[in-house]
């Protein structure tokens, strides 16, 4: 396969992916994000670092966000949230980390593939991105990439959709968002 034909499979996965998402369930997420006062996310491997893209994507329009073990990470109350990222649910710290958030009576949001997950009676709301995970039930999305690559770069994509879905809900002006931007650069 050429180059040409692996990156074109690749957005094609990707576009049906996002296409498999439930905008009801995007709206809510956007609602429980705009109404938390502090948003936590935990994910593991390359999750981790989707979802910490999707985080300072939501820093830069001034929601409050923390990385689950980051060293200034601050305490989670009942007005905050968790966001997991986990395309099967079952990751092991995720799974611990969204228990203790409930029990301190935080809102617990789950984006993964796995509607039928450890996570499912903990969660406030699923945001399921049906690919292929390592799990691979019967109604995931089918990749040829390796592992949970699509479940990933959706997961990013779904995080860049969300955050321009807020600019437009909050009529934010893109030059304003620089003041929240890393300026020791």
């Not at 935990?42 to 981790?48: E, L, P, S, Y």
């Not at 007005?79 to 092991?92: C, H, P, Q, T």
């Not at 949970?148 to 968002?177: H, R």
Request: net charge negative; charged share 25%.
């Amino acid at each position: 396969m050429s180059y040409r034909e692996t990156y074109q499979t690749i957005l094609e996965e990707c576009e049906t992916a996002l296409g498999k998402v439930k905008e009801d369930d995007v709206k809510q997420f956007i609602e429980l994000l705009l109404e938390a006062e502090k948003v936590f996310f935990i994910g593991v491997g390359r999750v981790k670092l989707a979802v910490e893209a999707f985080a300072k994507r939501l820093a830069h329009l001034g929601i409050a966000t923390y990385i689950v073990g980051q060293i200034t990470e601050p305490a989670m109350t009942d007005k905050d949230m968790l966001v997991v990222a986990s395309g099967s649910g079952e990751s092991l710290v995720p799974v611990a980390i969204a228990r203790k958030a409930k029990q301190i009576g935080g809102k617990v949001v789950h984006l993964g593939s796995n509607p039928q997950s450890s996570l499912a009676p903990i969660t406030d709301l699923m945001v399921r991105i049906p690919v292929q995970t390592k799990l691979y039930l019967a109604d995931e999305i089918q990749s040829q990439q390796p592992m949970s690559s699509l479940f990933e770069q959706t997961l990013l994509l779904l995080g860049d959709t969300i955050a321009k879905m807020i600019v437009e809900k909050e009529q934010i002006e893109l030059k304003s968002l620089w003041q929240f931007h890393a300026n020791l650069e």
